[in-house]
């Protein structure tokens, strides 16, 4: 058999790339989470560039158990409209201190493995990519996201200076 018939070699996943993924994934939705205001179930961040808005991110608890948490992260408004809005389900283990992209857009699952190619045109290894986009979207929101105004603690009034008598 010559080496233009062979099959090609099964996609093996790495479980230490995706679990560091998902460790870092963890520890940035930590961070995020940290701009909650009332200690409310749903938060919205407005990423900015200095005085350019980007957009609006919200981060919603679907589900609470003892050791997870199901998260909705979604991106509700942007600055463009080249910009697809990311939507993602996100199951958060707190033993494991670990988060995973359980869902994402329309794919209600996504499998650590796929064969390829395939109906829908999804990567051999998909699930570590979703993972790696919801890395650098963390990032992204890290950077340049804020509280929204409307949850400001003093007012542009209180700043200038007039007393509130």
Not at 44 to 66: C, P, S, W
Request: glycine share 4%; charged share 25%.
């Amino acid at each position: 058999m010559n080496e233009w018939a062979m099959k090609p070699k099964r996609y093996v996943p790495d479980l230490r790339q995706l679990g560091a993924l998902c460790e870092g994934n963890y520890q940035r939705l930590r961070r995020l989470r940290q701009l909650r205001v009332d200690d409310k179930p749903v938060c919205d961040i407005e990423l900015h560039r200095e005085n350019e808005y980007l957009g609006r991110v919200r981060i919603q608890v679907l589900q609470t158990a003892r050791y997870t948490e199901t998260l909705l992260l979604e991106q509700i408004h942007n600055n463009g409209r080249w910009l697809n809005n990311p939507r993602m389900t996100v199951r958060v283990y707190h033993d494991a201190i670990m988060a995973e992209v359980i869902s994402c857009y329309r794919d209600t699952q996504i499998a650590p493995v796929n064969d390829y190619p395939n109906r829908f045109m999804h990567h051999p290894d998909e699930k570590v990519q979703v993972n790696g986009f919801l890395a650098d979207w963390l990032e992204y929101c890290l950077r340049f996201g804020h509280l929204p105004l409307e949850h400001a603690a003093w007012t542009a009034r209180d700043n200038t200076g007039e007393s509130a008598s």
